[in-house]
Structure formats: structure tokens, C-alpha cells
């Protein structure tokens, strides 16, 4: 598999007078509950574990209180743990000095954020420019590549406008270009485009996948939209009362849901869309029928089967014949999730 | 008992002798250090004489036309400017103009002493809760100790004069600017702050390029409260030698000269009118762009 990029182990966070005296009970096993009543501790962050793939998109959701904001927020030490380790590029964050964090900041990794968090007082490019003049670039080589990247979001001609003069959708264009701006590697994504309406949602989520195709950053990515999720993730972390309950692929989370929480997260999704043929595949010889591509998902397959008259279809990679989907497999496969404790699923 | 109806206090010797105590100190203390302290503020008696005479010795016409276009280019309103020139004609015509123009140069030097050390104060409250914790209570008794109880050690200190009369001022004027630009950079939006940091800006970074410029209407509010309680300090001042509308309008009061009264006092009421609408049009044209335009 791919090479790592970020790693969070066994990372606590706990909010309160004394956090660190407060790790070994919450490691003990006292549960949240307990902590805020008989020590005025908030937990924030319980034993999260996430390895975070080089030049893949990790969504990390959860509802609101869940942990996701203070979680990100650790990446880039905006928030510090209260115990355990974040690796980045084999180097220990939480183990830099302020400078080497600054540094860190401005140019390995980058943020995004649910309410835009753009200078108001300053113009759409200098605001783009920001993190390229806190490196200590000069103005005009700034602004130059400032404007690049206002051209890539989509925001040309309005170079020379305040933020509040913008929409929303365009406030947040600003932000990812401003993030985009100082070539980190790493860009963090707060719910970024949570405040926007549906329909710019969906465009903003477009614009990113797009760049992303270009830029191949590691993208780690907060929402509380499932639908979200599925569609920018390749691999989504499930966050609840701080801990991580299951993490995977979208298709391993929705065919093999950890507990009746995931379960319960899940069933208004609409699965044929986001499930891939693939993902119930088998080997059985009596199948046969058109020959669909791996990365052809339940939707379009159902109906290039129903059409062919089929009970079922191969499965080709390249060509080459990589297995068989029955028909029923398929209807099943959308039609209710099945629980499964086993967390490291068969599917990858 | 007689704990109960009378108050338990010091005894009149020990009393007397802790005043005597206290203020025999400070006398010692000002042979001690006086000249040096007297020393240390020549460079602003200069600088406030300097001005003083500036402003006299300058043909009227020309004050007059600088201070229409210093209002013009502060607030960029027509009706504002002529105003202030039809203010300073008839302020001239009633024979107050040297007075006013003394005013002028200490309000002015006032400002700016209050304005250099007031917002780097500002900042620095702002940087910890600490320092807040400190200064907060010290700007409080300033705001509200009676000044004739700080023009004491002044004058003990400095004497009669110009020096201590802009002491005085300072004092009395100096902390609303302080505790704007606290409350200014304090109340900065958290998001932008954030952003900030996670772009890896330093202190630096931060204070010049974001806490200023989005604290720059409160400050504002700062100055424009300082020249305010300034002004209203000038009748103060001039009872310790400082020159201007405050003289005669001490004069008016110990000879109940109704008329010279009105007018001396109308003049710096004027003076202050003229201060107010122009740094607050300038505060609101800085804001300006933050706002929708679409």
C-alpha cells in the first residue's frame, strides 16, 4: 500500500486543571461520564489511532462534539495533546521547538477553515498571498503566485476585492487558495465547506477532487456529512465521544458497519451509489454476463445487467478477468448493511 | 463597649506622625531626584514650547488653512471644513485666538505623548491576562482619583508650570486610549487569529498584521476619548501655569465675569466638536472596506 504520511498513536486529549494526572484513569478505562463528574475533566480525545496514507484524501467525521475540530487541530499543534505522538515525515511534532513548528506551519502543512478565517482589512490576493509574505517571500514574487492560484479556484477578476464583498462559496475559494498557496504537502481541511449551501457544496467538493487530481496533497478533511465523506474519502475515520469507532474505505464501512452507531449513520445513504460492483465480488462459474469495469459501481452495473438480461456480470481489471457478481449479490449489497465485528474486513 | 460605638483607630500622634512620615519622605525624594526628573521631561517642555510658538508666530491665515485642510483630509466632508473655518473666524473675532492656539499646542502634544505610550501599553495588557490584571486596577484610579489630588506630588515634584500642567493632562487623559487598545486587540475575531497561527505567523506577524489593523476603530475610539478628556483638563492645567482658554476661564470664575466665562468655555467646546467629528469620520473611513459594497 501507500507510503504513510501522518501518523496519530494512541493520542489522548483531555481538557481540565490537571489533564496529564488524569491519562492513566481515563487508560484504566473510566469512561467520559465519570471523568466530568468526579474530576471536572473533559475528555476530548481517547486513544486515537489514525495513519494517514501520502497523497490520499482521510476524511475524519463525526457529529458535532465528537472530537473532529480538536483532533485536526493537533496536526499543526494548534492544539496540544495531552499525551502520545503524531508523526509527520518520520518527525515527531510534538517534539519541535516553537520555531521548528512555525516552520512546520508554513510550509509542510496548511488549513482551511469552517468560518474561512480570511483577513477582512485585506484584498482576495493579498489574503491569498498571506502565508507566502509570512514565509518571508517577497511582495511581487507573492503575489505572482498568488494569482495562479486565484486563477485555479476560480476566482479571477476579483483579485481586488475584500472577502466581505465576496459570497460565501467564494470566501471559502479564497481560503483554499490561500492554503494552496504555500505548497505545503499537507492540507487541513476544518469542515471547510460545512457553512456553505448545498449546491456550492457539491461544487467545492468538485473543485478540490479536481485539484487534488492535479496536486496529489495529503488531505485530511473534517465533516459531519456522510455524504461528504463519500464522496471526497478515500478513507474515512468514524470519530464518537473522541475515540475512533471504525476506520476504512467508504465500501468497508457501509458493507460491514462496526456497531449499530455506524449502522444508524449509514442507512440513509444511497449505498448503490457509492458501493462498487467489486465490493461483493465473487468467483462463481455459473455467473455470467457482460463484463464491467472494477471501478464500475452498483448503480451503473444493476443496470447494464438488468438490461443484458443477466445473472450477473464479470469483473475485469485491465482487461483481465478478476471475478463474478450475481445479481442478487449486488440487490443485497444495497439493500441493508450487515453488522460485523470484525473490523479489519476482507475489503480493501 | 466602647469598641462597639466607636471605631477603633489610630492614635493621634501615630497619625500624625505617618503623614509626616509619608510626606517628609517625598520631600526627600524630590530634592533628591527632582532636577533629574525635571531633566528627563525638558526635552517635551521644548518641544511643547516649540509648538507653542509655532502656532502664535504663524500668520493666521496659514493656521487657518492648514487646520481646513488637516479637517477636509480627516473626515473629507465640505460642510464639516467650512465649519471648522467659520468656528476659528469667529473664535479669532472674539479675541481668543492666542488662547486657543496655546490650547491647541497642548492638546496636541497631550495626544501624542498619550498616544505613544498608551497603545504600546494597550498592547501589552493585551498580551497577558496578567498585565491586564495589573494595569486595569492602576488605570481605574487614575479615571477616578479627584485630579487635584495628583496635582499635589506633581507639583511638589515640578513645580508650577507647563511640564506638570501636561503631566496632569496626561494622567488624567491617558487611559481610555490604553484600555481601547486593549479591548480592540482583545476582541479580534478568534477564527482570524487562528488562521494566523496555523499559517505560522509570529507575535510580530500577528500584532502588525492582524491584531493592529482589525483593532484600528477601537483605537480609534482610544484617541478620540483622549483628546476628549484632554480638552476637558485644560481649565485644570491652567491652574498650575499652563497657557490657554483655561486661564481666562479661571480668571471668569474668581471674578464672576459671566460673558468671558461663556466665551472661553464655548471655545473649548468647539475645540472639542472639531476633534470629535473629525477622528471619528477618519476612524469610520478606516473601516470602510470591511464593509459590504456590493
Same mark, same amino acid.
Given at each position: 500500500?501507500?507510503?504513510?504520511?501522518?501518523?496519530?498513536?494512541?493520542?489522548?486529549?483531555?481538557?481540565?486543571?490537571?489533564?496529564?494526572?488524569?491519562?492513566?484513569?481515563?487508560?484504566?478505562?473510566?469512561?467520559?461520564?465519570?471523568?466530568?463528574?468526579?474530576?471536572?475533566?473533559?475528555?476530548?480525545?481517547?486513544?486515537?489511532?489514525?495513519?494517514?496514507?501520502?497523497?490520499?484524501?482521510?476524511?475524519?467525521?463525526?457529529?458535532?462534539?465528537?472530537?473532529?475540530?480538536?483532533?485536526?487541530?493537533?496536526?499543526?499543534?494548534?492544539?496540544?495533546?495531552?499525551?502520545?505522538?503524531?508523526?509527520?515525515?518520520?518527525?515527531?511534532?510534538?517534539?519541535?521547538?516553537?520555531?521548528?513548528?512555525?516552520?512546520?506551519?508554513?510550509?509542510?502543512?496548511?488549513?482551511?477553515?469552517?468560518?474561512?478565517?480570511?483577513?477582512?482589512?485585506?484584498?482576495?490576493?493579498?489574503?491569498?498571498?498571506?502565508?507566502?509574505?509570512?514565509?518571508?517571500?517577497?511582495?511581487?514574487?507573492?503575489?505572482?503566485?498568488?494569482?495562479?492560484?486565484?486563477?485555479?479556484?476560480?476566482?479571477?477578476?476579483?483579485?481586488?476585492?475584500?472577502?466581505?464583498?465576496?459570497?460565501?462559496?467564494?470566501?471559502?475559494?479564497?481560503?483554499?487558495?490561500?492554503?494552496?498557496?504555500?505548497?505545503?504537502?499537507?492540507?487541513?481541511?476544518?469542515?471547510?465547506?460545512?457553512?456553505?449551501?448545498?449546491?456550492?457544496?457539491?461544487?467545492?467538493?468538485?473543485?478540490?477532487?479536481?485539484?487534488?487530481?492535479?496536486?496529489?496533497?495529503?488531505?485530511?478533511?473534517?465533516?459531519?456529512?456522510?455524504?461528504?465523506?463519500?464522496?471526497?474519502?478515500?478513507?474515512?475515520?468514524?470519530?464518537?465521544?473522541?475515540?475512533?469507532?471504525?476506520?476504512?474505505?467508504?465500501?468497508?464501512?457501509?458493507?460491514?458497519?462496526?456497531?449499530?452507531?455506524?449502522?444508524?449513520?449509514?442507512?440513509?445513504?444511497?449505498?448503490?451509489?457509492?458501493?462498487?460492483?467489486?465490493?461483493?465480488?465473487?468467483?462463481?462459474?455459473?455467473?455470467?454476463?457482460?463484463?464491467?469495469?472494477?471501478?464500475?459501481?452498483?448503480?451503473?452495473?444493476?443496470?447494464?445487467?438488468?438490461?443484458?438480461?443477466?445473472?450477473?456480470?464479470?469483473?475485469?481489471?485491465?482487461?483481465?478477468?478478476?471475478?463474478?457478481?450475481?445479481?442478487?449479490?449486488?440487490?443485497?449489497?444495497?439493500?441493508?448493511?450487515?453488522?460485523?465485528?470484525?473490523?479489519?474486513?476482507?475489503?480493501? | 463597649?466602647?469598641?462597639?460605638?466607636?471605631?477603633?483607630?489610630?492614635?493621634?500622634?501615630?497619625?500624625?506622625?505617618?503623614?509626616?512620615?509619608?510626606?517628609?519622605?517625598?520631600?526627600?525624594?524630590?530634592?533628591?531626584?527632582?532636577e533629574?526628573i525635571e531633566n528627563f521631561f525638558d526635552p517635551l517642555l521644548y518641544f511643547l514650547v516649540w509648538l507653542e510658538k509655532l502656532f502664535l508666530n504663524t500668520p493666521?491665515?496659514?493656521i487657518?488653512?492648514v487646520?481646513?485642510? +488637516? %479637517?477636509?483630509?480627516?473626515?473629507?466632508?465640505?460642510?464639516?471644513?467650512? /465649519? @471648522?473655518?467659520?468656528?476659528?473666524?469667529? =473664535? &479669532?473675532?472674539?479675541?481668543?485666538w492666542d488662547d486657543t492656539m496655546a490650547t491647541l499646542a497642548i492638546i496636541s502634544v497631550a495626544t501624542i505623548v498619550c498616544?505613544s505610550?498608551?497603545?504600546?501599553?494597550?498592547?501589552?495588557?493585551?498580551?497577558?491576562?496578567?498585565?491586564?490584571?495589573?494595569?486595569?486596577?492602576?488605570?481605574?484610579?487614575?479615571?477616578?482619583?479627584?485630579?487635584?489630588?495628583?496635582?499635589?506630588?506633581v507639583v511638589?515634584?515640578l513645580g508650577i508650570g507647563k511640564v506638570p500642567g501636561l503631566l496632569a493632562v496626561c494622567?488624567?487623559?491617558?487611559?481610555?486610549?490604553?484600555?481601547?487598545?486593549?479591548?480592540?486587540?482583545? +476582541? %479580534?475575531?478568534?477564527?482570524?487569529?487562528?488562521?494566523?497561527?496555523?499559517? /505560522? @505567523?509570529?507575535?510580530?506577524?500577528?500584532? =502588525? &498584521?492582524?491584531?493592529?489593523?482589525?483593532?484600528?476603530?477601537?483605537?480609534?475610539?482610544?484617541?478620540?476619548?483622549?483628546?476628549?478628556?484632554a480638552?476637558?483638563m485644560v481649565?485644570?492645567a491652567s491652574?498650575i501655569g499652563v497657557k490657554g482658554l483655561g486661564v481666562?476661564?479661571?480668571?471668569?470664575?474668581?471674578?464672576?465675569?459671566?460673558?468671558?466665562?461663556?466665551?472661553?468655555?464655548?471655545?473649548?467646546?468647539?475645540?472639542?466638536?472639531?476633534?470629535?467629528?473629525?477622528?471619528?469620520?477618519?476612524?469610520?473611513?478606516?473601516?470602510?472596506?470591511?464593509?459590504?459594497?456590493?
Amino acid at each position: 500500500m501507500s507510503e504513510i504520511k501522518v501518523s496519530i498513536k494512541n493520542l489522548y486529549k483531555i481538557f481540565g486543571k490537571h489533564p496529564e494526572s488524569m491519562v492513566e484513569k481515563v487508560k484504566a478505562g473510566m469512561s467520559k461520564t465519570d471523568l466530568l463528574e468526579k474530576h471536572g475533566h473533559v475528555l476530548g480525545l481517547y486513544d486515537v489511532n489514525i495513519d494517514i496514507k501520502k497523497k490520499h484524501i482521510q476524511v475524519i467525521m463525526g457529529l458535532s462534539g465528537s472530537g473532529k475540530s480538536t483532533l485536526i487541530r493537533h496536526i499543526n499543534r494548534l492544539i496540544e495533546p495531552t499525551a502520545g505522538s503524531i508523526i509527520v515525515d518520520n518527525e515527531d511534532i510534538l517534539s519541535m521547538s516553537q520555531t521548528e513548528l512555525r516552520d512546520f506551519r508554513r510550509s509542510k502543512a496548511s488549513m482551511v477553515f469552517q468560518k474561512f478565517g480570511l483577513l477582512p482589512h485585506r484584498k482576495v490576493i493579498e489574503n491569498v498571498s498571506y502565508g507566502l509574505l509570512i514565509q518571508g517571500i517577497n511582495k511581487p514574487e507573492a503575489l505572482d503566485r498568488s494569482n495562479q492560484w486565484i486563477e485555479s479556484v476560480g476566482l479571477s477578476g476579483f483579485e481586488n476585492h475584500y472577502p466581505a464583498q465576496l459570497s460565501g462559496g467564494m470566501q471559502q475559494r479564497v481560503g483554499l487558495a490561500r492554503a494552496l498557496a504555500t505548497d505545503a504537502d499537507i492540507l487541513l481541511m476544518d469542515e471547510a465547506f460545512s457553512a456553505l449551501d448545498p449546491l456550492i457544496r457539491s461544487d467545492m467538493q468538485d473543485v478540490l477532487l479536481s485539484l487534488q487530481d492535479k496536486l496529489h496533497k495529503t488531505i485530511i478533511f473534517i465533516t459531519h456529512d456522510l455524504d461528504e465523506a463519500l464522496k471526497l474519502g478515500d478513507d474515512i475515520a468514524i470519530l464518537r465521544d473522541g475515540a475512533v469507532i471504525q476506520s476504512g474505505t467508504a465500501e468497508k464501512i457501509i458493507l460491514h458497519p462496526i456497531d449499530d452507531y455506524v449502522t444508524d449513520f449509514i442507512k440513509d445513504i444511497n449505498k448503490a451509489r457509492v458501493l462498487k460492483a467489486r465490493s461483493v465480488m465473487g468467483n462463481d462459474d455459473f455467473i455470467t454476463g457482460p463484463e464491467i469495469d472494477e471501478t464500475v459501481i452498483i448503480e451503473d452495473a444493476l443496470q447494464i445487467v438488468s438490461k443484458s438480461g443477466s445473472n450477473g456480470a464479470i469483473i475485469v481489471k485491465n482487461g483481465q478477468k478478476q471475478g463474478t457478481v450475481s445479481l442478487t449479490d449486488m440487490i443485497m449489497a444495497i439493500a441493508r448493511a450487515e453488522k460485523n465485528t470484525d473490523s479489519e474486513a476482507v475489503y480493501r | 463597649m466602647s469598641l462597639l460605638t466607636e471605631f477603633p483607630k489610630m492614635g493621634r500622634t501615630d497619625l500624625r506622625d505617618f503623614k509626616k512620615g509619608i510626606d517628609e519622605s517625598f520631600r526627600n525624594f524630590t530634592r533628591e531626584y527632582g532636577e533629574a526628573i525635571e531633566n528627563f521631561f525638558d526635552p517635551l517642555l521644548y518641544f511643547l514650547v516649540w509648538l507653542e510658538k509655532l502656532f502664535l508666530n504663524t500668520p493666521w491665515p496659514i493656521i487657518l488653512f492648514v487646520i481646513a485642510t +488637516l %479637517v477636509y483630509l480627516g473626515s473629507s466632508s465640505i460642510k464639516l471644513t467650512l /465649519g @471648522a473655518i467659520l468656528a476659528f473666524l469667529t =473664535i &479669532g473675532y472674539l479675541d481668543m485666538w492666542d488662547d486657543t492656539m496655546a490650547t491647541l499646542a497642548i492638546i496636541s502634544v497631550a495626544t501624542i505623548v498619550c498616544i505613544s505610550i498608551g497603545i504600546p501599553l494597550g498592547i501589552l495588557m493585551a498580551r497577558s491576562q496578567r498585565t491586564q490584571m495589573i494595569i486595569t486596577p492602576i488605570l481605574d484610579v487614575m479615571q477616578t482619583i479627584p485630579s487635584f489630588v495628583y496635582l499635589i506630588p506633581v507639583v511638589m515634584l515640578l513645580g508650577i508650570g507647563k511640564v506638570p500642567g501636561l503631566l496632569a493632562v496626561c494622567i488624567y487623559a491617558i487611559p481610555p486610549i490604553v484600555r481601547l487598545t486593549n479591548l480592540g486587540i482583545r +476582541l %479580534v475575531d478568534k477564527d482570524v487569529m487562528e488562521a494566523s497561527e496555523a499559517f /505560522g @505567523a509570529n507575535y510580530r506577524q500577528k500584532l =502588525i &498584521g492582524v491584531q493592529i489593523p482589525l483593532a484600528l476603530p477601537n483605537i480609534f475610539a482610544g484617541v478620540n476619548q483622549t483628546i476628549m478628556m484632554a480638552l476637558s483638563m485644560v481649565v485644570i492645567a491652567s491652574m498650575i501655569g499652563v497657557k490657554g482658554l483655561g486661564v481666562p476661564v479661571l480668571r471668569a470664575i474668581s471674578n464672576q465675569y459671566l460673558a468671558l466665562g461663556i466665551m472661553n468655555g464655548l471655545a473649548i467646546v468647539v475645540l472639542a466638536i472639531l476633534f470629535d467629528r473629525v477622528s471619528q469620520q477618519f476612524g469610520r473611513r478606516l473601516q470602510a472596506h470591511t464593509e459590504s459594497s456590493k
